[in-house]
T-cell receptor
Framework: GESVGLHLPTLSVQEGDNSIINCAYS??????FIWYKQESGKGPQFIID?????DKRQGQRVTVLLNKTVKHLSLQIAATQPGDSAVYFC?????????FGQGTILTVHP | EAQVTQNPRYLITVTGKKLTVTCSQN?????MSWYRQDPGLGLRQIYY???????DKGDVPEGYKVSRKEKRNFPLILESPSPNQTSLYFC???????????FGPGTRLTVT
């Protein structure tokens, strides 16, 4: 069936390094892809999104890349900080229906 | 302050006792949605609503009902809760179907 998945369940980086979190998706008809951050005990927090007709979008310290040829989505975080430690989810949206990936745990070591 | 609120935040109940989890947003958003989050299964969409009086099933609608009588509120109803509905529930809203969603703080439900 349709699914959104993640390559790595955990990622550990040093403070100041760049982080790259990857996501593979299988529904080529999705309109829209979103990255969320979830800290312990809180609801998911929107980070950045990208429409299916784009291949790159930048925000503050974050960049999302979309490669439709290989159905791959990535989130790049520049100069990772301890406050970036959280679970990161990719999600795909089609006609209001949102499907989440399993999540990647990012741990930033000072 | 723009926010999504859910009540209650914690609830312990027994099998078969009807309950409602309320969700309210103050951002005049058209789109609202309910999710459950379970270890190993991630976040799964239960129901969503594109506007008042318009609701659609997500991936796991069985055992749940919703209503959208007014724009700001989107309650989740469990007519006859069962232990497999023990979970962490999140409500979310956005300005449209392609908007990034604002999530509520979550409701932890335990059904014994």
């Amino acid at each position: 069936g349709e699914s959104v998945g993640l390559h790595l369940p955990t990622l550990s980086v040093q403070e100041g390094d760049n982080s790259i979190i990857n996501c593979a998706y299988s529904n080529s008809a999705s309109d829209y892809f979103i990255w969320y951050k979830q800290e312990s005990g809180k609801g998911p927090q929107f980070i950045i999104d990208i429409r299916s007709n784009m291949d790159k979008r930048q925000g503050q310290r974050v960049t999302v890349l979309l490669n439709k040829t290989v159905k791959h989505l990535s989130l790049q975080i520049a100069a990772t900080q301890p406050g970036d430690s959280a679970v990161y989810f990719c999600a795909e949206k089609k006609n209001g229906k949102l499907t989440f990936g399993q999540g990647t745990i990012l741990t930033v070591h000072p | 302050e723009a926010q999504v609120t859910q009540n209650p935040r914690y609830l312990i109940t027994v099998t078969g006792k009807k309950l409602t989890v309320t969700c309210s947003q103050n951002m005049n958003h058209e789109y609202m949605s309910w999710y459950r989050q379970d270890p190993g299964l991630g976040l799964r969409q239960i129901y969503y609503s594109m506007n008042v009086e318009v609701t659609d099933k997500g991936d796991v609608p069985e055992g749940y009902k919703v209503s959208r009588k007014e724009k700001r509120n989107f309650p989740l109803i469990l007519e006859s809760p069962s232990p497999n509905q023990t979970s962490l529930y999140f409500c979310a809203s956005s300005s449209g179907p392609l908007g990034g969603q604002y999530f509520g703080p979550g409701t932890r439900l335990t059904v014994t």
